[in-house]
């Protein structure tokens, strides 16, 4: 099976994190539009490449954790802190 | 090709046997047949479940929907294919679509595809686990979110289950084929992902519930393990009509939903395609929900996340 990278705990299985979505999306202000608010809370990249996305290590030792995941080959390209922006390795190299 | 055998949906706490009462009366209410079921009904119905005293996971009822079975969903894309090339339609395989043309305003004038392109003066999508890769090459979103969702089958044996049965509260769900195999749902890999093959993490699961209720499955040996690509969307159900891009239509959305009601979903999108105004059928089914918030409570209606 996959196995992730957490960054306290090292590689584990798969099943020991939950997925918590693409990650990098910042809510909009309250006067926003519907269609910015429709943007934030449903339409998504959805990419046949690489994806930013944020995972929990649920059953470790908690720490949420952003990685950059190829969404074809499970390939992890880069791990970094859940506040921090993507870094350089995270690019898409070939769709 | 269609076997109307009984579809089975199982209880294993009161919880589960208050929910059962719930979809069953939410389906009479649409004027649907589903029967509760007692312990006793269940286990007369299907005798290779574990009903003993020792059950990891006690069976306490069920409910029935008689006509619900299986049906051969090869045979019905492949039927579809013939009769429309039979009426002149050309279907060109093993020929990606690159990108859209556009025109004037912005509107869809073809396709682009590796082998040439395609003018035409309405092009509609339907490509399920890649819409956005497709909806991207076109310039807009969508809310849909790809999984992979796996099945596997078994070598065959005699007959030894002729309902479909599912257990939500295991994860098991499954029917015994014509040909004798044991052929089983998997549950979502819950991470996007457009690999066409199945996490093994899922796989274990699935096999775990499926014999925790079938203990006598535990020699089967798996033949076949297969992960297609499924389009999740937040309600559950599909998107069908217009996009953003005028003369650009779309039928995508339909998740883990099976096939069984893509006859209306194609139906409805040759009527956009051919009139250009939404069938009435259709009309619920539109992106801009995802604008107006006008989601279609579907879990609530179906209780399966789809």
Not at chain 1, 45 to 68: K, M, Q, S, T
Request: net charge neutral.
């Amino acid at each position: 099976m996959m196995q992730l990278p957490c960054p306290w705990c090292g590689l584990r299985d798969e099943n020991e994190f939950v997925c918590g979505g693409t990650t990098h999306i910042s809510r909009p202000e309250l006067a926003a539009s519907d269609a910015a608010w429709g943007e934030y809370l449903f339409f998504r990249d959805n990419p046949r490449g690489v994806h930013l996305e944020r995972w929990r290590h649920a059953y470790g030792c908690g720490v949420w954790f952003n990685i950059a995941r190829h969404t074809l080959t499970h390939e992890v390209l880069a791990v970094y802190a859940i506040t921090e922006p993507p870094p350089a390795a995270a690019q898409d190299r070939t769709s | 090709m269609l076997s109307q055998r009984g579809h089975v949906m199982l209880a294993h706490s009161r919880h589960d046997l208050e929910s059962l009462t719930r979809w069953a009366n939410a389906m009479h209410m649409h004027g649907i047949e589903a029967e509760l079921l007692t312990r006793e009904q269940v286990g007369e119905l299907i005798p290779a479940l574990d009903m003993s005293a020792a059950a990891r996971y006690p069976v306490l009822g069920g409910f029935m929907q008689r006509r619900g079975g299986t049906a051969r969903h090869d045979a019905v894309a492949w039927g579809y294919a013939r009769a429309a090339d039979a009426l002149g339609v050309d279907i060109i395989q093993g020929c990606e679509v690159t990108g859209f043309l556009k025109g004037p305003g912005g509107r869809v004038t073809g396709v682009q595809t590796q082998h040439g392109q395609i003018a035409a003066g309405r092009v509609g999508i339907a490509a399920a686990g890649h819409s956005s890769v497709l909806a991207s090459l076109a310039g807009f979103r969508l809310p849909v979110t790809s999984y992979a969702l796996q099945a596997m089958v078994t070598e065959p044996l005699k007959p030894r289950l002729d309902k479909v049965v599912i257990s939500p509260a295991t994860g098991a769900y499954v029917s015994q084929s014509d040909k004798g195999e044991m052929v089983i749902g998997g549950s979502l890999d819950l991470f996007a992902s457009y690999a066409q093959r199945g996490s093994f993490a899922v796989l274990q699961s699935v096999v775990a519930a499926t014999l925790a209720i079938f203990p006598s499955f535990s020699r089967l040996r798996l033949m076949r393990q297969w992960s297609g690509i499924v389009d999740v969307v937040h309600d559950s159900s599909p998107i069908i009509g217009p996009t953003p891009v005028p003369e650009l239509y779309i039928n995508c959305g339909w998740g883990t939903g099976g096939f069984k009601a893509i006859p209306a979903g194609g139906w409805t999108l040759a009527h956009v395609l051919a009139t250009g105004r939404n069938h009435e059928l259709a009309e619920p089914f539109q992106l801009e929900r995802f604008t107006t918030g006008r989601l279609i409570d579907e879990a609530a209606a179906s209780g399966i996340a789809h």
